[in-house]
């Protein structure tokens, strides 16, 4: 593999370059300091596009880049980021076009590839754990609840909003879907549910014995455990990372003692979850290599798609590419 930039975007902004799976260097983060969190959350989506440019700019330092991976939160196909729950702003913003544009304009060519914030954090894993050749599956719990797969496929995969309850008082999720994963876990969720209490003070009583806090805490470990029995059911048994600011509060245990009350067929057996540390370098790798894989394979295929075209005949678009 040869030298990629990878890009995470996720309430602030860290970008580094990777070469064969690590990185080559410190991460450039903005703002400098981390704890000024949610800056992009006010930020017109086109200074969004330009300041992740002049990030990459800056951290390339004359050097070219094979790939450019950006991993971003919401909905994001072909490029275009169709729905940011938190980021409202972006909704329909072509983010690998743009980000290519301007990288054009400051004299650093390279094709942008642009993903799901989790799916960057799955490939992060499978690359940094020797785990390209297997399935990943990762859950990031905090406001959101983010699913990510690797190796990433087609579709939409908002695993967060797995329908996971037919109780149609469970309407806490973000968008507005009943019955939600996300409705649950969320901490925001979590905060409308029981109004006078924090996540840490929920899972703080419920050690104490406290009734209510006790039994929501079961509740949010058999939402999580339904959503990843949909998954096993669906995508088959494997490994399942469990990271994000509330995966502190899972009990990975009482976890796989639901998941085991779901899934029964031998086949699904070989399920396994483990709570990882979530951190920019991660999501940066990740977003690099996923990038570098998908625009390379683009490459090697460019020719024979333009041939297929000239044919007359139509092939499948490949996945964004800019410059
Ligand atoms: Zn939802």
């Known amino acids: 593999m040869g030298r990629a930039i990878g890009v995470w975007a996720a309430e602030h902004i ?26 992009l959350q006010s930020m017109p989506s086109e200074e969004i596009a ?31 980021v169709e729905e940011s729950p938190n980021l409202p702003q972006v909704k329909g913003y072509r983010l690998a076009e743009t ?5 054009s304009g400051l004299g650093r ?26 399935l990943v599956r990762v859950w990031t719990l905090g406001d959101g609840i983010g699913f990510g797969r690797y190796p990433r496929a087609e579709g939409v995969w908002e695993g967060g909003h797995s329908v996971v309850s037919l109780d149609p008082k469970e309407r806490y999720c973000g ?10 876990m969320g901490s925001r969720a979590m905060r409308l549910r029981f109004l006078d209490l924090e996540p840490d003070e929920i899972f703080g009583q419920a050690k104490t014995g406290e009734s209510r806090c ?32 509330n995966a502190r509060f899972l009990d990975v245990a009482l976890l796989n003692q639901y998941v085991g009350e ?15 540390h979530s951190s920019d370098e991660i999501g940066v790798i990740g977003a690099a290599v996923s990038a570098e894989q998908e625009l390379g394979e683009f490459d090697e295929q460019e020719s024979l798609r333009t041939e297929t075209r000239r044919a007359g005949r139509t092939s499948p678009q490949p996945g964004p590419r800019g410059g």
């Open 14 to 39: 860290a970008v580094g370059v990777v070469h064969d799976g690590r990185l080559t260097g410190p991460l450039r983060t903005y703002p400098e300091d981390p704890r000024d969190a949610s800056v």
């Open 50 to 80: 330009e300041l992740i440019s002049q990030q990459i700019a800056a951290i390339a330092e004359g050097e070219s880049a094979a790939a450019v991976g950006i991993g971003f939160p919401g909905i994001v196909i072909d490029g275009v």
């Open 99 to 103: 980000v290519a544009a301007a990288l």
């Open 109 to 134: 060519k390279a094709p942008v590839l642009a993903i799901n914030d989790a799916e960057a954090i799955a490939a992060g894993i499978a690359s940094t754990r020797g785990y390209l050749d297997r």
């Open 175 to 184: 968008c507005g879907g009943h019955g939600h994963l996300e409705g649950i």
């Open 214 to 245: 006790t039994e929501f805490v079961h509740f949010w470990h058999r939402a999580l455990a339904a959503a990843s029995a949909t998954s096993i059911h669906m995508d088959g048994a494997g490994k399942f990372f469990v990271g994000g600011p």
């Open 262 to 276: 779901m899934v029964k067929m031998s086949p699904l057996q070989g399920y396994v979850f483990e709570v990882f």
